[in-house]
């Protein structure tokens, strides 16, 4: 690796810090055997086709043989994984410290004892909660509803969001009873009982596909057509130009346009909402980024018109932007009401902080088994490995590192690199490609697995342990592609 | 236990076959040492409290301590569990072959390297599949989509019943392209692409409580109060006379009428259904039975107006009907088009057999997930546990006689079991008890863990190892509380 990102890394390390590989038995470079998939793999996706849709396949990977940032497949090949099961792998392959989690007797019974967690708890659910999930819940939110997927949390936000708008609109008493007419009108998901309410969106959003996330997700057709959805709202996502510093004014103003849109429909949607989600950064639809200003507005709109504020951190959460929560970019005084996670948690769930988020009686917001203890036990130690190895300080070292090698590739490719953007983000960073399906396809044999978002940008979503070594053969695959 | 359901039970066991305890750890009786939740108990109930809503509480388990059919709660209580973690327990607390399987290597590696299945499968996926879940597929479904909870498994099969519904309104032509209007509009949440359809379901039914499967849920207001719904349709569900013997004719003429119900809603409904979801004993809504023939009817409904079935297995399935899927006491000729599963298989999905419910294009149906493959290793060693041990047979022989035992205590005491319900349904009895709450509450002092369902049913749902020793304690608890 005698390149020029290899060069700047060396010079860089020796006056910053000396880079200690996090998981010494990784291999020191991708290694490539055979086209992309190889027979090995042909084989088994044709078996596999009979019983399971292949067409979205990928890669057919072998878990036991990948390590740390590196996943291997059926035929030999090890690729450097940049895109990390969509964002959702943490802290590297066969990382050693889960293994010891994941082989413990505690783990065992939580595989196998899997429990009803509303009506029947384990004994230590509190204390796997409070050395857990909780120990890095978001500033203002100390209760949690947990659940198994990011749609599902969402969902679970939105009825939590639903429930107490109810309740403001019965005066807040928590004892206000359901009138005749609510009771017998939601049996037939009418209003008052269903009520004519919503949740509002925006565009280009993704919040994952069950039908009520569905309604809110509008980040591409392919997902949506055919699927019946709730008329609910969507406001103008801002969208900026790049770079930053040279269109500063006519960022504000189309921001200012986009916090114009969402009051509007606030306030005039025919089916008043009950709470606006947003993700910090739009993540499958294209990675779209606003400033922490757009943000705080949202605040504002959803403070001013007594709406709650539910920040979608599915993609972004557990320290991938450099801090462990993206929206703790934005420095709010005020936090958003509900946090919703998953992927790199390994669990899912959303953090609250208000007690009217709970709502006024059992069995409400409830199910069979309301998240999964062993995934629980799992993110607990993830959370310490991220402790252990200050890997969000790594990933916001890395990822400066990262953005200024992709700035010098953009000044050299500059049809390659358009609208770089993640600057001060980690490793979350993205750009717009003209020929973006076939760099993804391409960089397979460079040695380098990346994903896509959107119609035409790349999405970089590497691990947490993802260091500079890793970065220098990134930029040098991506040279290898725009020389071409 | 010199009961005379005990003695009963040694003379059947003579004529029959010598049972052998599947577990020989297991307590040989409950054990009471304090009331529940005892001091121990309630300090932990406190505590998790600050966190997670302890409402819905009804025991805080030790897991670990837990063996077979008993569960063990912090006070050294001790007790025969026929609720089960709300049907979810299939095999028993700490099953020793379960446990080898969750401390094996191909397990810790599917924990902590959890895939995005639909883009990166593992390269054991099909076999895990082929070995596992599709071993016991219901006859005339043998492809598989994977999922993580049972109301996650329906919503996927209503999105699949979506699909095919408009590819065949479009000719049935799997290469039909979208047309921009449908496009533009399904962005917008609007027919055509988001299509003014819907899924037909049964009054008392539940399907889950995310926002699409809550649509179809007509179990109890508490569970659909506040919460935005779709305006789909719900046909009456039998509502049959007890004991059957003797209303054969008025059982038959509220079964036509229901059918009959059902046929004017599909032709006549404002968003006519793509398909209808109905369990085959509605579990959750008070345990509410209908004939073979009823089920018969439906499938010849379904097919007579192009329409799709989909059996909603979530609580019946995995052998606790006697059966290892219940629709297969209907003995249809031509099979479900779907049917769906969680809770004692610890994983969730829906099968289905037809082409056709594959979408046309990738991505369509699709998330990060897509379940989880340690649930689906857990699942297979399941049903290894369920072949080996026969474990549906037992259900079946076991059933019949704690049916017979419920019998005779209804004569004893018919105020206390009315419409006693669920012969030759293996385990998988109820009846209605004019103080349903207080004799769930007092079966504890007795020592017997059970649940509700509906409005005044008991629910027994046993784990497959519960033998006849384990019924006779039942039975006598049973006596105890209403002799008091």
Redesign the interface.
């Known amino acids: 690796m005698a390149s020029a990102a290899a060069a700047v890394q060396q010079s860089a390390a020796s006056t910053d810090f000396i880079e200690q590989p996090f998981f010494p038995n990784e291999p020191t470079g991708p290694m490539i055997k055979t086209e992309i998939p190889g027979p090995q793999s042909k084989a ?1 996706i044709q ?2 086709d ?15 043989h ?1 390590i740390g940032n590196y ?1 291997a497949d ?1 035929d030999g090949n090890v690729l450097l994984d940049v895109y990390a ?2 964002a ?2 943490p802290v590297g ?3 050693p410290s ?2 010891l ?3 413990s ?1 505690e ?10 967690l ?6 230590d ?2 204390s796997i ?2 050395t857990g999930i ?1 120990k890095v819940a978001p500033k203002g939110l ?5 659940g ?5 949390a969402n ?1 679970l936000a ?2 939590a969001a ?2 107490w ?2 309740r403001m609109e019965r005066g807040g008493d928590p004892n206000a009873e ?1 009138t005749p007419d ?2 017998s009108s ?5 209003s008052p ?6 949740i509002l969106s925006f565009k280009t959003g993704f919040h ?6 569905l ?1 809110t997700t ?1 980040s591409k ?12 709202p ?1 406001a103008s996502f801002p969208h900026l130009q790049y770079p930053l510093s040279e269109h500063v004014e006519e960022n504000a103003r189309e921001e200012q346009r986009c916090l114009d849109e969402t009051e509007r429909l606030i306030t005039t949607w025919h ?1 008043p909402p009950a709470a606006l989600i947003i993700e910090p950064i739009q993540s499958e639809g294209g990675d779209n980024h606003a400033s922490p200003s757009f943000f705080k507005g949202l605040r504002e709109l959803s403070r001013k018109h007594n709406i709650l504020m539910i920040v979608d951190e599915v993609q972004t959460g557990v320290g991938a932007t450099g801090k462990f929560w993206a929206h703790e970019h934005w420095n709010l005084s005020d936090p958003p009401d509900m946090v919703t996670f ?2 790199k948690a ?1 669990t899912a769930g959303y953090y609250f902080g208000n007690p009217d988020l ?2 006024n ?9 309301m998240g999964d203890p ?1 995934r629980a036990i ?1 993110f607990r130690s993830i959370i310490h490995e991220i402790e252990r190895l200050d890997l969000v300080e790594n990933t916001r070292r890395t990822g400066e590192y990262l953005y200024e090698g992709l700035e010098r590739l953009s000044s050299q490719f500059p049809g390659e690199i358009e609208n770089l953007r993640g600057r001060g983000q980690g490793t979350f960073i993205a750009w717009d490609s003209p020929r973006r399906d076939e760099v993804l396809r391409r960089a397979k044999g460079v040695g380098v697995n990346i994903g896509g978002s959107g119609e035409r940008a790349v999405r970089l979503r590497p691990m947490l342990i993802f260091q500079r070594h890793h970065a220098d053969i990134l930029l040098d695959g991506m040279q290898k592609i725009f020389k071409s």
């Open positions: 088994a078996q596999l009979k019983v399971f849709d292949t067409r979205s396949l990928n890669m057919m990977a072998n878990y036991q990948s996943i059926l099961q969509i959702s792998i392959y066969s990382n889960l293994m989690a994941a082989t007797p783990m065992a019974s939580a595989i196998i004892n899997r429990p009803a509303g009506n029947f708890p384990q004994h659910w509190a909660l409070e909780l100390d209760q949690v509803f947990t198994t997927t990011g749609s599902d969902e939105y009825k639903f429930m708008k109810r359901f609510e009771i939601s049996m037939n998901n009418h009982g269903s009520p004519a309410l919503s994952g596909r069950l039908f009520g996330s309604s509008r057709p392919i997902h949506k057509l055919d699927i019946p959805a709730f008329d609910w969507q089916l998953s992927k390994q709970r709502p009686k059992p069995y409400r917001q409830f199910n069979t088994w062993a799992l």
